[in-house]
């Protein structure tokens, strides 16, 4: 997290929010991507990505590239979005997803959270990973 991330004041993983909120956050982040600076969206998603996703994907710049690939651009300033009701299995939830463009032209993912258990994030809901579903 940058310190103009944190300059910003924007939202930071935190044992009091919901898996529900954890997406819903990453979603008002994505929508407005460069508000209020460049890619302070993509920076808000990958604050809550996991330590496993980080490990895959690397440094943020890393992160910012697969966001903006053509499987995850519809995220960034999309429209209008819609949620499924989350599907919570113990530290495991999940919640569909899906993000209309100016053009209509609807994407469905699936986010998939887990709650971890130790270290400094212990008892934060982070995701494991967003997969698309159509």
Known sequence: ???QYVNHGLPRPDPELS???VVQLQLDALRVNDEPYADSGIETAFV???PAVRSVVGP???FASVVRSE???PLIDFDRVGTTPIER???DARQEVTVVDGDGHET??????SRRVTGKLAGCWLTEAVV???
């Open 1 to 3: 997290m940058t310190e």
């Open 19 to 21: 898996p529900e909120s």
């Open 48 to 50: 809550f990505a996991s």
């Open 60 to 62: 943020f710049e890393r």
């Open 71 to 73: 499987r995850y651009e």
């Open 89 to 91: 299995f113990g530290d």
């Open 108 to 113: 469905v993912y699936e986010f998939r959270l």
């Open 132 to 134: 698309v579903l159509a």
